[in-house]
């Protein structure tokens, strides 16, 4: 099944051809640091502790490439092709709905649509991770904003109805 191409996808493949790959790689890593907060995700990082990573996007020619370190992750500037542990390859679409959990991520890789290259332990160790872990929305909010500011950001998005619309919801306080 085709679906559309999200928005976001346009200037997100602007941004891979015009900047250079340590832009990307240092805004992903601070990025995937501050989604790792408050996240089970984070304590199942430990198998692929001081592995580097590179997530190779094929139709835009870039890479992002970067090292897991204490329960996150650091940029890694690669120096050659094969100046990884494990790499992901495929189309920013793809890797998109990987993200995004559009898609299984199952059926990106057993379709070949994202390949997984590498050392075979680590990349299932990936993948696996890639496919059962779930956000914790309320956790990470109250990592973020600290439990007092957390309970009262909780408390407000349930009440304006706002809390359904993340992966997982938000709970009542209490609960």
Known sequence: MHLPKPPILLPLGVGLRLLPDAVHTRVFSALMNHMLKGQPAADELGPLEGKRICLAVTDHAGSICFRVKN???????CKADNDWDVRIRGRLED???????????DTLFFSRRLDLEGETEAGLYLKNLLDTAEPDWESHIHAVLGQRAGTQAVKMLNHLGLGRYLPGGLHPAGH
């Open 71 to 77: 329960g996150g992750v650091t940029h890694w500037d």
């Open 95 to 105: 890797f998109w709905r990987l993200a995004t959990r559009s898609e299984d991520p």
